[in-house]
């Protein structure tokens, strides 16, 4: 298995082979919880696809940020630990966020694309030894083009571990909590978001993203958008 590290978001077409999307701080793991928590989850790179899609579907829960503020008329924010505090079980929700549900329709050439952190750290690795892929690609969203110190370090961390290595995950803690993206979350007030992104194997889902009708649907292996389609 080939395993590569990158933030280099100028080439997401050429990918091919697994990839798994990171943004730690805090797409990714609003989108584990949601999985953990029995949603059905559709990403969307447009505020405006998801409002129109709420409106067709006036059930289902709105989530999403831009720039880490919840946007305006929406049901939530891209917040794991709110998600968490809430019962998405046999929900569908619809999340758009400012970095990590904006590459997904890039990596349509690649698979299977799943999202990871630090929270489904062992059951991410795992699931990626079972499906062996030819290429592994780690690829940290950053925050608007730019790389994000804790998604390039997420990324090295899940390499190393991929490989049967065990790093200082205290030490990465701390690297995280010191980070400028932290000092945002906290001048959000988010710092129980803050502290569920730098827990380790907290959940052991590993959201896979399928494509439905023109949508990504991420779930546990991909379940949650084909149990969608196949209820249609």
């Given amino acids: 298995m080939r395993i ?38 559709c990403l969307l790179a447009s505020e405006d696809q998801a409002r129109a899609l709420k409106g067709a579907h006036p059930d289902w829960a709105l989530l999403g940020e831009r720039q880490g503020v919840r946007l305006p008329g929406f049901d939530g924010d891209n917040s794991p630990a709110a998600v968490s505090r809430t019962d998405y079980r046999q929900k569908t929700a619809i999340l758009t966020s400012s970095n990590g549900t904006q590459a997904l ?22 699931r990626l030894r079972q ?17 994000a110190l804790e998604d390039d370090l997420t990324a090295q961390y899940l390499a190393a571990r991929l490989t049967g290595e065990r790093p200082d995950f ?32 907290s959940h052991a889902v590993v959201p896979r993203v399928v494509w439905v009708d023109g949508l990504a649907w991420a779930g546990e292996d991909g379940s949650a958008g084909w149990s969608l389609h196949n209820q249609a």
């Fill in 105 to 126: 329709a890039r990596l349509r050439a690649a698979g299977p694309v799943f999202y990871g952190s630090l929270t489904n750290a062992s059951a991410l690795t795992e």
């Fill in 170 to 201: 205290a030490a990465l803690r701390q690297s995280l909590l010191t980070s400028p993206a932290a000092g945002r979350l906290r001048g959000l007030g988010r710092e129980d978001d803050l502290e569920f992104c730098c827990r380790l194997d």
């Fill in 131 to 147: 499906i062996n892929p030819d290429s592994m690609t780690f690829l940290a969203m950053g925050r608007a083009g730019e790389p």
């Fill in 4 to 41: 590569n590290c990158t933030h280099d978001l100028t080439r997401l077409e050429a990918l091919r082979g697994a990839v798994v999307v990171l943004d730690v701080f805090r797409a990714s793991n609003t989108i584990i919880a949601l999985v953990a928590g029995g949603a059905r989850v």
